[in-house]
C-alpha cells in the first residue's frame, strides 16, 4: 500500500473514498494524526476504532445479552467548517446527516446495561490517590473519558483523590520516558507529603499540556 507524503493518507482510499472516511472520522471526533497512516496498535486509529465498534463491542454485547450503548435522542452534527471541508472532497455532509439523524433508534438493552453497570462502571469512590496521564491526541481512548472520571469521581466526593493530567501526545497511552519518570515522582511526592501535586510536577518542556481542558461526553449536540 502506498501512502500520499503530504496527508498520509493511502492512495487508494484518498482516490476512492476518502471523503467518505473523512466523514466518519469528523462525526466520531477522532484525531487526523495517526487515523489512515499510524502504526498498530497505539496510534492506527481507522484500524483500531472499527475492531472495537464491531468485533470488540460485538463480544461485550454477547456476554451482556445485548446492546450496551444507544443513539436515542442524539443529534449527529458537524461544523460549518467540517462541512465545507467535506464538500471539497465531493461529500454532501448535510445529506449524510439527515440520514444519519433518520436512525437514531438503537435502543440499549436494560439488562445488558446493568450487566456493564456491574462489571465495569466505575464507582467514583476513591480510597487513595489516583494519577490519570492522557494524551490529548489519542484517538482509541478519548480525552472525553478523563472528563467522565472526573465528573463520577467529583460525585462520589473524591475529587481530592483525583490529580490529572494531558500530555501533547498523538498515541494511545504513548508516553516518553520522562513523562513516565515524572509521573512516578509526582505520585511519590503525594504518597510521601499527603500534598496533591501541581502543575510544576509536569512541565511543558517535558510537552506536558496542563492547560488542557477535556472535552465533555456524550459530544454535545444541536438539535
Not at 45 to 61: H, K, V
Not at 203 to 208: I, Q, R, Y
Not at 210 to 215: I, K, N, R, S, V
Amino acid at each position: 500500500m502506498t501512502f500520499d507524503p503530504v496527508t498520509g493518507v493511502p492512495t487508494s482510499l484518498k482516490m476512492a473514498n476518502f471523503g467518505k472516511f473523512e466523514f466518519l472520522r469528523l462525526v466520531n471526533h477522532i484525531p487526523a494524526a495517526g487515523f489512515y497512516s499510524g502504526t498498530i496498535p497505539l496510534d492506527f486509529w481507522l484500524a483500531g476504532d472499527m475492531l472495537f465498534a464491531t468485533s470488540g463491542r460485538g463480544e461485550l454485547e454477547a456476554r451482556a445479552g445485548g446492546a450496551v450503548s444507544q443513539n436515542l435522542n442524539h443529534t449527529y452534527t458537524l461544523t460549518s467548517i467540517e462541512k465545507d471541508h467535506l464538500a471539497g472532497l465531493g461529500v454532501d455532509a448535510d445529506d449524510l446527516l439527515v440520514q444519519m439523524n433518520a436512525r437514531t433508534n438503537i435502543e440499549a438493552d436494560r439488562h445488558a446495561r446493568k450487566y456493564l453497570k456491574k462489571y465495569a462502571d466505575f464507582s467514583g469512590k476513591l480510597k487513595r490517590p489516583v494519577l490519570t496521564v492522557q494524551p490529548i491526541g489519542d484517538g482509541m481512548t478519548a480525552p472525553a473519558n478523563s472528563h467522565v472520571y472526573q465528573k463520577t469521581v467529583k460525585r462520589a466526593g473524591k475529587s481530592k483523590f483525583l490529580v490529572q493530567t494531558y500530555t501533547n501526545g498523538k498515541m494511545h497511552v504513548g508516553f516518553t520516558p520522562d513523562q513516565v519518570l515524572e509521573a512516578f515522582a509526582a505520585m511519590e511526592f503525594w504518597l510521601d507529603t499527603g500534598e496533591r501535586p501541581g502543575p510544576d510536577f509536569f512541565p511543558d518542556e517535558l510537552d506536558f499540556d496542563d492547560d488542557y481542558e477535556p472535552p465533555p461526553w456524550p459530544q454535545p449536540t444541536a438539535k
